[in-house]
């Protein structure tokens, strides 16, 4: 069997020369970074360990940039941002057991939330892989079964030659709709065993596009096209595939409402008169949906944040489309369309005919305004108050990123995001510490914006430690931390189904005084004086901290 060569670049004879005699003292390590460097890497994030020594004194020998953390999972988390922020993999490098256990909870948010987080953890060393008990340090019996139930794919390498396609495939993955955090793993001996290998050159590892299948645009068109009240919810996967134009023409071209949901923020013009904005947790807006005689949903499984707590109950027809196939169908019987959301709603975009509904917008302004007197007859003027601050704060262009507290889940539905992939959350996963890390990530990805977080005094206690990261690379990132003494959603969950709580309330620090300890300014603010605090510190270069005491409520649900 012969191969045809001649459309096979050809190497000059310096190319040559260099590819059959590589530098020495290269090892495992440097393949790893060479590798990563070959498909387009640029930084890495992660924190040093015994068993991973090889792959982090490579970087010294590569033109990676390294954001390092203080803790393996928050590291985690500024991967995840980065990864949002850019659309491209955010490399994550780990040691071996405790290292690899401690990023499981960011993976977890990654997974949720379609982050392309590349995990690269190191192994024990190869004589002890099998699940015997040797007693090697940060020994597990099996380390990949601790990650495979949350990453996309593991990938595992027991020989140098193995590491490039390794990595290849890892990327590959990460990289294919939907987007996920993906795992590899090297023993230590790998990393650390000197090679002779050619310097790894540049790598493809593009993934294919997702496309849908025709006769199911022709169908999804003809039933939007000949609807009497199509409603479009629009979900994370629009703002992930960058999809907010075609969604907005395809929007005008039916004359269809839209509402986002919380992973879909500023998919679609706050501001437009058929937006029905993001207030999926009120029951004006699901019984508008439940109302819809076709109902898009794109890039969203509907699950529990987006169903009002699974209380919604369509009765029309539902067209969904998703990059996961495992969320087609999950909730509620639809016409399927397995896609990425920008190649779906770019064919039916061409394949739906234009129809006219010159009542839409005035439905929609109908529920905005039910949702309104809702909202002020419970007369949270404090609350609105301080998200009114944030908005004027923060510049339009400027990304945030919201842990799990009041302020955010107030965010999630009245903050407008303004821009597409500007707002994040941990509203995937849901677990507490992600606002400031994830800002970091954000920060390291483009550092010609300032980046806001926002946390409770609880959440912030999680990645407290982080104020050294920031520190120490000079990041333009603000963090409002709302302290209420306590985990104050928790408090009012428990207080309203068991009469009182327990386990909420906190001791914590003096977080102005611990800020300036690390070299980080900081400020006392008000609800009052927040909005020019919170500008001022963002308009400043490098890290900052204002600190907002206020006991916060959360709006009434609608679910129960």
Request: hydrophobic residues 45%; charged residues 20%.
């Amino acid at each position: 069997m012969s191969h045809d060569h001649d459309d096979r670049p050809q190497l000059t004879a310096a190319q040559a020369a260099a590819v059959l005699n590589p530098p020495a003292g290269r090892n495992g390590g440097d393949l790893v970074v060479e590798s990563l460097q070959g498909l387009g890497a640029t930084t890495v994030f992660g924190l040093p360990g015994q068993h991973a020594l090889g792959m982090f004194d490579a970087l010294r020998r590569s033109s990676l940039r390294y954001v390092g953390l203080r803790v393996e999972n928050n590291a985690g988390f500024a991967a995840d941002a980065y990864g949002r922020i850019t659309g491209e993999v955010a490399p994550l490098l780990l040691s071996t057991g405790p290292g690899a256990l401690t990023s499981l909870a960011a993976l977890q948010e990654a997974a949720a939330a379609s982050a392309p987080v590349l995990a690269i953890s190191s192994q024990i060393p190869t004589a002890g892989l099998g699940g015997g008990r040797h007693g090697y340090l940060h020994e597990l019996r099996d380390q990949q079964a601790s990650v495979r139930d949350i990453v996309k794919s593991v990938h595992t390498v027991r020989s140098a030659s193995q590491i490039p396609s390794a990595i290849a495939a890892a990327w590959e993955s990460a990289l294919s709709a939907p987007h996920g955090p993906v795992w590899v793993e090297i023993p230590q001996d790998v990393l650390l065993a000197g090679t002779t290998l050619p310097v790894v050159s540049a790598m493809d590892a593009t993934p294919r596009e997702l496309y849908p299948r025709p006769e199911l645009t022709i169908a999804a068109a003809h039933l939007l096209s000949n609807a009497e009240r199509p409603v479009i919810i629009a979900g994370g996967g629009v703002v992930r595939s960058d999809a907010s134009g075609k969604l907005c023409a395809l929007a005008e071209k039916l004359d269809a409402p839209v509402v986002t949901t919380f992973g879909g923020k500023g998919a679609f013009p706050w501001e437009h008169p058929l937006s029905l904005r993001s207030w999926l947790e009120d029951r004006h807006t699901t019984d508008f949906l439940e109302d819809a005689d076709v109902l898009l949903v794109v890039g969203s499984g509907l699950g529990e944040l987006s169903s009002n707590y699974h209380t919604f109950r369509p009765r029309g027809r539902v067209i969904q489309i998703e990059a996961d196939a495992g969320k087609l169908e999950s909730n509620h019987p639809a016409l399927g369309i397995h896609s990425d959301a920008r190649e779906a709603l770019s064919d039916l975009l061409e394949a739906v005919e234009r129809r006219e509904d010159a009542g839409a917008a005035e439905r929609v302004a109908t529920v905005l305004e039910k949702v309104r007197v809702r909202i002020d007859a419970q007369e949270l003027t404090l609350e609105q108050q301080v998200l009114a601050a944030v908005r004027e704060a923060l510049p339009d262009t400027a990304p945030s990123f919201w842990d799990m507290t009041i302020l955010a889940y107030w965010a999630w539905s009245a903050f407008d995001a303004r821009r597409p992939n500007t707002m994040h959350s941990a509203q995937g996963a849901g677990g507490l510490g992600y606002g400031f890390p994830a800002a970091i990530g954000a920060a390291a990805a483009d550092p010609t914006k300032p980046v806001l977080a926002v946390s409770g005094d609880g959440g912030a206690m999680y990645s407290i430690a982080e104020l050294a990261t920031v520190r120490q690379y000079d990041l333009p990132l603000t963090w409002l931390i709302v302290d209420d003494g306590g985990y104050g959603i928790l408090r009012e969950y428990m207080t309203g189904a068991f009469g009182e709580a327990t386990g909420t309330e906190l001791s914590r620090p003096d977080f102005v005084a611990l800020a300036e300890s690390f070299g980080v300014p900081a400020v006392v603010t008000t609800p009052e004086s927040l909005a020019a605090d919170l500008g001022k510190a963002l308009a400043a270069p490098g890290p900052s901290v204002v600190v907002l005491p206020a006991l916060l409520r959360m709006f009434e649900p609608t679910h129960l």
